[in-house]
């Protein structure tokens, strides 16, 4: 006899979806078919969907979420729902987590977690439906992941392909997924929209300067989140707020202008720094004994996320999007304004369970001039991982798959020749055996060859970052291993905090840092490094001036947020003055020195 189905009018009560239940039911029930689900946010898909599809399939039932919090969000929250316990029936799996027992008929994953397992296990044994959510943000994996799943129905026929989003073009996804001249067939959901309230309130200041957001800007946010946050109190004292910043540092610059201005106010962060257990926190509402809460975020809790409570959303209108150097043939991410449809979708977490107000930091007639949707990441990134996943894939180039959009042309041909010159791939771009070791790493091919000439072997990955405390000051230090393996990080944390490394049992005598190479560090320290000791002397600060001059591999990027500080290493008599000039207050390093 087999295990109990889901309880799908239990799991779907009180949710605008349950009226889609029987259509959605219907669609799926034909072995492999394809179906495009159109709904606004808060109606429910993410945790009736999959429920539907398990009591409809056979097999296991894969979901996938673009972050790591909404994975474990969603597998807990359907847990709750069908009153078992997480992992039994409902599990998850990200990047050093798993909780997911052999029974378990639904998993939430990543979509990277997935594009790994796509080629360990080209045919999915054991699935029988997967469920991409949130493709509206076109992420690098979700359009690889559409292209392959496309490409595995000729071997899979019974495979159930599921693409979910609250705005989407949903012909575009039907064609893409057509199977015998059949397209997939759109459920669509419709809700009575909650009213929402949009005001603005824009900065006399631009928002953008020469080091990026301006810190007037970030005051300005801070203060429009505090009045309004203020004044929705005094009308429901149960509001919670959200507010929206492009970054990590723009958040922690807000939480701390925050925790001034509202004092009786409980201020979280929430990016991808942050632990499990906080961003958990975050999202998971108060009691109402608990004090009001403020919750700022970059675009973790744009979609997949229903943070309870929520009534008033803070826009700063600013988002971060990758685009490629191609004089150093390497990605990184730029500040820009925030498309319309994810403003869209910003304002739509005030309105998921009541009516609520936007707060928008910026002009109408910018949101107005903004582009309708957010570039693609296919269309803008660096694609040299991406071009080895397909070659692994037997598509070198991503030739003869069906693609939303294809990758650039130009794009394709640096990526392809970046691998050649790695041995990645041949000349006709298929892969080689050094490229079968390199896409079995989680990292970018050109890390991922480095460590491998460095060790000559796999070794186990660790986190790519590191968070440790510095022995002498306790300041908060992170350390991201771009060579990425146990035996690189030992040797990292050797030279650069051999405190850390006699606490940890590791060797850490000139003899055995003599034998270490460079290794290639990327090391972000504080914005404002706490150095040297207030009431030290010169002398003393001398000796512990390491942070400021922590070397990185040549001609490899490296992002230096701490300064040089005047008397730090020149044994001057005052350890807190600044110098005036590079390397004349005597630093170790004057090429690497930046003045304050």
Known sequence: MGAPGFDVETISRGLAFADAVDDLAAAVRPAGANVVVVAPPGTGKTTVVPAVLADAVRGRVIVTQPRRIAVRAAARRLAQLDRTQLGTRVGFSVRGERVLGPAARVEFVTPGLLLRRLLADPELDGVSAVVLDEVHERQLDTDLLLALLADLR?????????????????????????????????????????????RWEPCPTPRLDARG????????????????????????????????????????????ALSRL?????????????????????????????????????????????????RLVVDAGLAREPRVDRARAMAGLITLACSKATAVQRAGRATRQAPGVVVRCYEERTHAGAADHLTPEIVSSELSAAMLLLAAWGTPGGNGLRWLDPPPAAAVADATAVLRSLGAVDAEGRITQVGRRLVAMPLDPRWGARCWKRHGRT??????????????????????????????????????????????????????RRRQPALPERVQMPWRWPWPPRGRSGSHAASRARPTSWPTARGLPFRRTARCWGGVAGGGSSGSGRGADRGRHGCRDPRRCVPA
């Open 154 to 198: 000729a071997l899979r026929e019974d495979l159930t392909a599921v693409v979910m989003s609250a705005t989407l073009d949903a012909e575009r996804y039907a064609d893409l997924l057509e199977t015998t001249g059949r397209p997939a067939r759109v459920v669509r959901v419709e809700a009575p929209a909650h009213p929402l309230t949009v």
């Open 213 to 256: 957001v301006s810190r007037a800007f970030l005051d300005h946010v801070a203060g429009s989140a505090a009045r309004a946050h203020s004044q929705e109190l005094a009308a429901d004292a149960t509001t919670d707020a959200l507010v929206f910043l492009p970054g990590a540092a723009e958040v922690d610059h807000v939480v701390a």
């Open 262 to 310: 509202a004092p009786k106010t409980e201020v979280l962060a929430l990016h991808g720094r942050v632990d499990a257990a906080a961003q958990d926190r975050a999202i998971s509402g108060r009691r109402h004994d608990q004090p009001p809460r403020i919750v700022v975020s970059t675009a973790l809790a744009e979609s997949s996320l229903t943070v309870p409570g929520v």
């Open 459 to 512: 070794a186990p990955p660790v986190p790519p970052r590191s968070s440790l405390l510095h022995p002498e000051t306790s300041a908060l230090v992170e350390v991201t291993s771009v060579g990425c393996c146990v035996r690189c990080e030992r040797d990292g944390i050797r030279r650069r905090l051999p405190g850390v490394a006699r606490r940890r049992g590791w060797a850490t005598s000139r003899r055995v």
